[in-house]
């Protein structure tokens, strides 16, 4: 079966000056208010939950009961908290929400604010997007200046809403959550240490929710139209859409909107135009840099959703697919990759910052022609020490890349062994 | 004490912001972009300065300052070129690009130019993937690049 693009966060991407508040509101932006303000918000999370929507900024946790993690309603301020850092080399999709429908993540922020009763919204982006940080400061000034957000949501609702656009420094790691808040609060971002039972973030102390930009755009359609419209598309435990990236020599890279469940070939066929310049494919890296890579043959039995992906010994991810075609050394790439963790490690737990050094000594030392096999079980066995032992998942990520490229391309390698 | 100061603008600017935010330690980051802003990079006098008006001390701005790459801890050139390395630049044709850039401007990563016109940055992913190779250039973001393309832009600066 053909792939089909779904067109519900992307509805208006290719709508010229989408970003402008008057296009945005010919073309169905803000609609979901009115049906927001009918509802209860607990209803609201309710609706999200039935919606099956699923964290896209990597980790696909259920969005709804994320919600539900918030506490009761108390004098104490609350926080959303949006998640557009970005960072995950192969991921490029929040930036097409900025550039194209910056209203949609405003809508989406609304609804969210009501339905965890906060009142003060903080997106957090990565510094390098300075245009993309332009263009949504834009957008919402605007809504401002409509009295769409500010002290009475579209001038008539008495619920008030803020949002703060915060640029980040340039550290990959504030895209983790918890890190992403220290950042916030002017400190270096490092991640925080997790309770033991499951609770909602802290802000300063107060309670707080983070969600990713393409997650909080995809809650006014839910809003509107009612869980059934999303779990239309996708699959059982995946229902919905995702914004897939896709990069490298295929003949079509970008973003698309498609539902959970797609057979991976057919995307990169069909909709990237396959590969470019009769280059024959390699690898595929699903969804961002961290996520177990996977060979030509393996991608011939990928789908795009994350039970799938977790089936054949990968993650979905963000949906950044990286391809790689033949003729590129993986040794190549596994030191690409792991000159970018060990510039990225934030320092603060001993295996990630100094087994990511490690892993690079060694990658450059077989690439210097004087390994052995015995540099290839280092790699493995400091990948092993890396993996579960630190505050976050960042070195974990680490072995999931590293160890599967050195276990499926072995031979190359040993190849520069012989040299 | 510090003999840097915000300009009238930038400190007008700084007033703005912190009411946006529950504390003061929140405007680390804002308050680090607008002295790059007003002077190109963030000197230790600045450093001071702002350590003064967030309650901090020296070294805790330091320190903040040194962990986020996009902070300039020396000056640059007028023009920065930032160039992503990662993955899917270097498959599409980053390692030539930094050929050329050595080539032509005669500088490697971390270098300045003598004429200080140009710095250059071999930079970690940009989130610009499918737009591979690329170069930021003061921020603004030059895709499918080409050395043909790179060298039209390096010339429209000179």
Known sequence: MAVELVKIVSKNFDIPDSHKLEVALKNGRYESIDKLFSMKPEDVTEEVCKSGLRGKGGGGAPCGPKWKLMPPVDERPRY??????????????????FQYDPHILIEGIICSCYAIQAHEAFIYIRGEY???????????DEAYEAGIIGPKVMNKYD???????????????????????????????????????????????????????????????????????????????????????????????????LQYGEKMLDVINEIGGGMKDGLKLKAVIPGGA????LTAEEVEKAYLDYESMWDIGSTLGTGGMMIIPQGVSMVDVAKNLIEFYHHESCGQCTPCREGTGWIDKTIKKI????????????????????????????????????????????????????? | ??????????????????????????????????????????????????????????????????????FNLKPIGTYHIELCKTLSCMIMGAPELKKFIKDTLGIGP????????????????????GGAPMIALNHTYHENLTVDKLKKIIEECK
């Open chain 1, 80 to 97: 959303l908290i949006v998640n557009g850092d970005e960072s995950e080399p192969g991921t490029f999709k929040d930036r097409q929400i």
């Open chain 1, 130 to 140: 300075k245009w993309f940080i332009d263009r949504l400061n834009e957008a919402i």
């Open chain 1, 159 to 257: 619920f008030s809403v803020d949002i703060t656009v915060h640029r980040g420094g340039g550290a990959y790691i504030c895209g983790e959550k918890s890190a992403l808040i220290e950042s916030i609060e002017g400190k270096r971002g490092h991640p925080r240490l997790k309770p033991h039972g499951k609770e909602c973030e802290w802000f300063y102390g107060q309670p707080a929710t983070v969600n990713n930009v393409e997650t909080i755009s995809s809650v006014p359609n839910i809003v509107l139209n009612g869980y059934e419209s999303y779990t239309k598309w996708g699959t059982q435990k995946a229902p919905g859409t995702m914004l897939f990236a896709m990069s490298g020599p295929v003949k079509n890279p970008g973003v698309y909107e």
């Open chain 1, 290 to 293: 961290s996520c177990p890579i």
């Open chain 1, 367 to 419: 690439l210097d022609g004087i390994g052995s096999q015995e540099d290839i079980e280092t790699i493995l066995d400091v990948c092993e020490t890396m993996n579960g032992k630190t505050i976050c998942v960042f070195a974990p990520a680490v072995k999931d890349i590293i160890k599967s490229i050195v276990q499926k391309y072995r031979h190359e390698f040993e190849e520069h062994f012989k040299k």
């Open chain 2, 1 to 70: 004490m510090s003999k840097f100061k915000y300009t009238d603008e930038k400190e007008k600017e700084f007033q703005r912001i912190a009411k946006k935010y529950p504390k003061i330690d929140a405007m680390m980051l804002p308050a680090l972009w607008l002295v790059q802003e007003q002077e190109g990079w963030v000197s230790p006098d600045a450093m001071i300065f702002l350590a003064d008006k967030l309650g901090k001390t020296p070294i805790e701005v330091y320190e903040f300052a040194t962990f986020y790459t996009m």
């Open chain 2, 110 to 129: 971390g270098e300045t130019t003598a004429d200080g016109k140009f710095h250059f940055s071999e930079v970690e992913c940009q989130g610009a993937c």
